[in-house]
Protein backbone atom coordinates (compact mmCIF):
# COMPACT_ATOMS: atom_id res chain seq x y z
CA UNK A 1 0.00 0.00 0.00
CA UNK A 2 1.00 3.29 -0.56
CA UNK A 3 -0.26 6.59 -0.28
CA UNK A 4 0.07 9.05 -2.93
CA UNK A 5 -0.48 12.29 -4.52
CA UNK A 6 0.33 14.29 -7.18
CA UNK A 7 -0.20 18.77 -7.47
CA UNK A 8 1.36 21.34 -9.10
CA UNK A 9 2.64 23.85 -6.99
CA UNK A 10 2.65 26.67 -9.39
CA UNK A 11 6.61 27.38 -8.35
CA UNK A 12 5.29 28.69 -4.90
CA UNK A 13 3.10 31.64 -6.51
CA UNK A 14 0.18 32.73 -4.16
CA UNK A 15 -2.90 34.79 -5.70
CA UNK A 16 -3.84 38.05 -4.21
CA UNK A 17 -6.51 37.71 -2.03
CA UNK A 18 -7.92 41.12 -3.47
CA UNK A 19 -8.03 39.89 -7.26
CA UNK A 20 -7.37 36.36 -7.42
CA UNK A 21 -4.23 37.35 -9.77
CA UNK A 22 -0.87 35.71 -9.14
CA UNK A 23 1.54 37.76 -7.18
CA UNK A 24 4.41 40.27 -8.95
CA UNK A 25 7.44 38.32 -9.93
CA UNK A 26 9.55 37.87 -6.68
CA UNK A 27 6.59 37.53 -3.90
CA UNK A 28 6.39 33.60 -3.34
CA UNK A 29 5.26 31.63 -0.83
CA UNK A 30 5.63 27.68 -0.61
CA UNK A 31 5.35 27.25 3.07
CA UNK A 32 1.75 27.06 2.92
CA UNK A 33 1.60 24.73 0.45
CA UNK A 34 3.90 22.61 1.56
CA UNK A 35 2.59 22.81 5.18
CA UNK A 36 -0.90 21.32 3.35
CA UNK A 37 1.24 18.67 1.46
CA UNK A 38 2.38 17.05 4.87
CA UNK A 39 -1.39 17.50 6.45
CA UNK A 40 -2.16 14.57 3.88
CA UNK A 41 0.33 12.40 6.06
CA UNK A 42 0.99 10.55 1.95
CA UNK A 43 4.31 8.03 1.51
CA UNK A 44 4.14 9.74 -1.96
CA UNK A 45 4.70 13.50 -3.22
CA UNK A 46 4.66 14.02 -7.41
CA UNK A 47 5.28 17.56 -7.58
CA UNK A 48 4.84 19.38 -11.07
CA UNK A 49 6.06 23.46 -11.98
CA UNK A 50 9.17 23.33 -9.49
CA UNK A 51 11.57 26.38 -9.47
CA UNK A 52 15.04 25.36 -8.61
CA UNK A 53 17.66 28.38 -7.29
CA UNK A 54 16.03 30.66 -9.81
CA UNK A 55 15.88 34.20 -8.87
CA UNK A 56 12.02 34.43 -9.64
CA UNK A 57 11.84 32.62 -6.14
CA UNK A 58 14.55 33.27 -3.45
CA UNK A 59 17.06 31.41 -5.22
CA UNK A 60 15.14 28.43 -3.22
CA UNK A 61 16.07 24.98 -4.09
CA UNK A 62 11.88 24.26 -3.55
CA UNK A 63 12.54 19.87 -3.44
CA UNK A 64 14.21 20.34 -0.66
CA UNK A 65 11.73 23.01 1.39
CA UNK A 66 8.91 20.50 0.17
CA UNK A 67 11.01 17.80 1.94
CA UNK A 68 11.64 19.26 4.84
CA UNK A 69 7.87 20.28 5.58
CA UNK A 70 6.94 16.80 4.55
CA UNK A 71 9.59 15.09 7.27
CA UNK A 72 8.52 17.25 10.04
CA UNK A 73 10.85 16.02 12.08
CA UNK A 74 10.99 12.20 10.95
CA UNK A 75 13.51 10.61 8.99
CA UNK A 76 14.10 12.75 6.23
CA UNK A 77 11.88 11.76 2.60
CA UNK A 78 14.16 10.75 -0.40
CA UNK A 79 13.96 13.58 -3.08
CA UNK A 80 14.80 14.39 -6.74
CA UNK A 81 14.17 17.27 -9.02
CA UNK A 82 14.53 16.70 -12.65
CA UNK A 83 15.22 19.97 -14.79
CA UNK A 84 12.50 20.35 -17.89
CA UNK A 85 14.96 23.52 -18.67
CA UNK A 86 17.40 25.36 -17.21
CA UNK A 87 16.77 29.02 -16.52
CA UNK A 88 13.28 31.03 -15.79
CA UNK A 89 10.43 29.83 -17.99
CA UNK A 90 9.20 32.68 -20.27
CA UNK A 91 12.14 34.43 -20.19
CA UNK A 92 13.64 34.38 -23.90
CA UNK A 93 17.03 35.76 -22.51
CA UNK A 94 17.47 33.00 -19.91
CA UNK A 95 14.97 29.73 -20.62
CA UNK A 96 16.91 27.21 -22.60
CA UNK A 97 16.51 23.31 -23.03
CA UNK A 98 17.80 21.26 -19.72
CA UNK A 99 19.68 18.20 -21.74
CA UNK A 100 20.24 16.77 -18.02
CA UNK A 101 19.61 17.94 -14.44
CA UNK A 102 22.05 19.76 -13.10
CA UNK A 103 22.60 20.47 -9.17
CA UNK A 104 23.95 24.26 -9.05
CA UNK A 105 21.97 25.23 -12.20
CA UNK A 106 19.02 27.37 -12.06
CA UNK A 107 16.15 25.18 -13.06
CA UNK A 108 12.61 24.82 -13.51
CA UNK A 109 10.62 21.20 -13.64
CA UNK A 110 9.08 18.53 -11.65
CA UNK A 111 10.37 16.57 -8.24
CA UNK A 112 9.35 12.93 -6.43
CA UNK A 113 9.16 12.68 -3.06
CA UNK A 114 9.53 9.48 -1.57
CA UNK A 115 8.95 8.39 2.59
CA UNK A 116 10.51 5.13 1.17
CA UNK A 117 13.80 4.37 0.14
CA UNK A 118 14.21 4.96 -3.76
CA UNK A 119 16.11 2.73 -5.23
CA UNK A 120 16.92 3.80 -8.99
CA UNK A 121 15.87 7.15 -10.18
CA UNK A 122 15.27 8.14 -14.32
CA UNK A 123 14.72 11.10 -16.18
CA UNK A 124 13.20 11.07 -19.76
CA UNK A 125 13.29 14.45 -22.34
CA UNK A 126 10.96 15.60 -24.48
CA UNK A 127 10.92 18.05 -26.98
CA UNK A 128 8.16 21.57 -26.94
CA UNK A 129 6.12 22.22 -29.39
CA UNK A 130 6.58 24.45 -32.34
CA UNK A 131 3.48 26.48 -31.72
CA UNK A 132 2.37 29.20 -29.62
CA UNK A 133 -1.26 29.05 -28.47
CA UNK A 134 -3.22 30.96 -26.40
CA UNK A 135 -3.41 29.91 -22.55
CA UNK A 136 -5.72 31.05 -19.76
CA UNK A 137 -3.91 33.45 -17.60
CA UNK A 138 -2.43 31.81 -14.41
CA UNK A 139 -5.69 33.60 -12.27
CA UNK A 140 -8.22 32.05 -10.12
CA UNK A 141 -10.65 35.03 -11.56
CA UNK A 142 -11.01 35.67 -15.01
CA UNK A 143 -10.68 34.19 -18.43
CA UNK A 144 -8.04 36.39 -20.09
CA UNK A 145 -5.88 34.18 -22.51
CA UNK A 146 -2.40 34.89 -23.01
CA UNK A 147 0.50 33.76 -25.97
CA UNK A 148 2.67 31.64 -25.13
CA UNK A 149 5.73 30.03 -26.38
CA UNK A 150 5.49 25.73 -25.28
CA UNK A 151 8.50 24.17 -23.02
CA UNK A 152 10.16 21.28 -23.51
CA UNK A 153 9.33 18.85 -20.72
CA UNK A 154 10.58 15.96 -18.29
CA UNK A 155 9.22 12.96 -16.81
CA UNK A 156 11.06 11.58 -13.84
CA UNK A 157 10.56 7.66 -12.62
CA UNK A 158 11.63 6.56 -9.34
CA UNK A 159 11.87 2.52 -8.20
CA UNK A 160 10.18 3.11 -4.95
CA UNK A 161 11.19 0.37 -2.05
CA UNK A 162 7.75 0.66 -0.35
CA UNK A 163 6.70 -2.18 2.23
CA UNK A 164 4.37 -3.74 -0.08
CA UNK A 165 7.13 -4.49 -2.44
CA UNK A 166 8.85 -2.68 -4.83
CA UNK A 167 6.51 0.27 -7.06
CA UNK A 168 7.72 2.31 -10.09
CA UNK A 169 6.44 5.72 -10.02
CA UNK A 170 6.43 8.35 -12.79
CA UNK A 171 5.81 12.43 -12.58
CA UNK A 172 5.67 14.50 -15.66
CA UNK A 173 3.79 18.09 -17.09
CA UNK A 174 2.51 17.93 -20.22
CA UNK A 175 2.70 20.54 -22.94
CA UNK A 176 -0.45 22.51 -22.97
CA UNK A 177 -0.44 21.86 -26.31
CA UNK A 178 -2.97 19.24 -26.86
CA UNK A 179 -1.95 17.52 -30.17
CA UNK A 180 2.02 17.84 -28.48
CA UNK A 181 1.07 16.74 -24.88
CA UNK A 182 -0.92 13.30 -26.67
CA UNK A 183 2.61 12.88 -28.31
CA UNK A 184 4.34 13.29 -25.53
CA UNK A 185 2.44 10.55 -23.76
CA UNK A 186 2.67 8.20 -26.44
CA UNK A 187 6.80 8.99 -25.92
CA UNK A 188 6.50 8.47 -22.78
CA UNK A 189 4.56 5.04 -22.67
CA UNK A 190 6.97 3.78 -25.08
CA UNK A 191 10.23 4.68 -22.54
CA UNK A 192 8.50 3.40 -19.63
CA UNK A 193 8.02 0.05 -21.75
CA UNK A 194 11.47 -0.79 -19.77
CA UNK A 195 10.57 0.06 -16.40
CA UNK A 196 9.45 -3.20 -13.85
CA UNK A 197 5.25 -3.08 -12.96
CA UNK A 198 3.87 -1.87 -11.20
CA UNK A 199 3.76 1.40 -12.36
CA UNK A 200 2.11 4.43 -11.17
CA UNK A 201 2.24 7.30 -13.54
CA UNK A 202 1.09 11.02 -11.66
CA UNK A 203 0.99 14.40 -13.30
CA UNK A 204 -0.07 17.49 -14.70
CA UNK A 205 -1.19 16.14 -18.33
CA UNK A 206 -2.96 18.53 -19.99
CA UNK A 207 -5.37 15.98 -21.37
CA UNK A 208 -8.96 14.93 -20.53
CA UNK A 209 -8.97 11.61 -18.26
CA UNK A 210 -10.29 9.47 -21.07
CA UNK A 211 -7.56 10.36 -23.66
CA UNK A 212 -4.83 9.95 -21.15
CA UNK A 213 -6.44 6.59 -20.12
CA UNK A 214 -6.87 5.70 -24.37
CA UNK A 215 -2.65 6.43 -25.06
CA UNK A 216 -1.56 4.65 -22.29
CA UNK A 217 -3.62 1.82 -21.78
CA UNK A 218 -3.61 2.10 -18.08
CA UNK A 219 -6.23 1.99 -15.80
CA UNK A 220 -7.45 5.82 -14.80
CA UNK A 221 -8.06 6.84 -10.95
CA UNK A 222 -11.31 8.40 -11.28
CA UNK A 223 -12.00 12.00 -9.42
CA UNK A 224 -13.49 15.22 -10.14
CA UNK A 225 -12.19 18.31 -12.04
CA UNK A 226 -8.92 19.73 -10.78
CA UNK A 227 -8.23 22.76 -12.72
CA UNK A 228 -8.74 25.89 -12.02
CA UNK A 229 -8.82 25.43 -8.12
CA UNK A 230 -11.31 28.19 -7.14
CA UNK A 231 -14.18 26.78 -9.80
CA UNK A 232 -12.47 23.66 -11.29
CA UNK A 233 -14.21 22.48 -14.31
CA UNK A 234 -11.41 20.51 -16.14
CA UNK A 235 -9.55 17.50 -14.84
CA UNK A 236 -6.22 18.34 -16.08
CA UNK A 237 -4.18 16.10 -12.85
CA UNK A 238 -4.42 12.77 -12.96
CA UNK A 239 -3.26 9.06 -11.73
CA UNK A 240 -3.03 6.30 -14.04
CA UNK A 241 -1.87 3.00 -12.58
CA UNK A 242 -0.65 -0.44 -14.75
CA UNK A 243 -0.58 -3.19 -12.57
CA UNK A 244 -2.08 -1.87 -9.32
CA UNK A 245 -4.92 -0.42 -7.89
CA UNK A 246 -6.14 2.31 -6.01
CA UNK A 247 -9.23 3.03 -3.24
CA UNK A 248 -10.14 6.33 -1.16
CA UNK A 249 -9.37 8.52 -4.26
CA UNK A 250 -9.53 12.23 -4.41
CA UNK A 251 -8.95 16.35 -4.60
CA UNK A 252 -7.75 18.24 -2.19
CA UNK A 253 -7.22 21.74 -2.28
CA UNK A 254 -3.57 22.89 -1.03
CA UNK A 255 -2.92 26.97 -0.29
CA UNK A 256 -1.74 29.25 -3.23
CA UNK A 257 -1.87 26.33 -5.55
CA UNK A 258 -4.51 26.99 -8.83
CA UNK A 259 -4.83 23.45 -9.54
CA UNK A 260 -6.05 20.54 -6.78
CA UNK A 261 -4.29 17.87 -6.21
CA UNK A 262 -5.28 14.64 -6.52
CA UNK A 263 -4.87 11.44 -4.13
CA UNK A 264 -5.36 8.13 -3.70
CA UNK A 265 -4.32 4.89 -1.86
CA UNK A 266 -2.62 2.96 -4.35
CA UNK A 267 -2.40 -1.67 -3.90
CA UNK A 268 -0.47 -4.28 -5.62
Known sequence: MLRIATANAASGRSPSP????????????LDDWAHDAAALDL???????????????????????????????????HARFAAAVHGTPGNAATMRPAPATVGEEPSYGVALLSRHPVEQWGEHRMAASAVRIPVRNPSWT???RVVVADEPRVALAARVLAPGGPVTVVTTHLSFVPWRAGAQLRELVAWARALPRPLVLLGDLNLPASVASRLTGWSRVPTGPTYPA??????????L???CTAEEAGTVRLAGADHLAVRATVRW
Open 18 to 29: ASGHAKDPGDWA
Open 43 to 77: DLLAVQEVDHLLPRSGHADQTAAVAQALAAGSDPW
Open 142 to 144: DEE
Open 230 to 239: QRPVARLDHV
Open 241 to 243: LDG
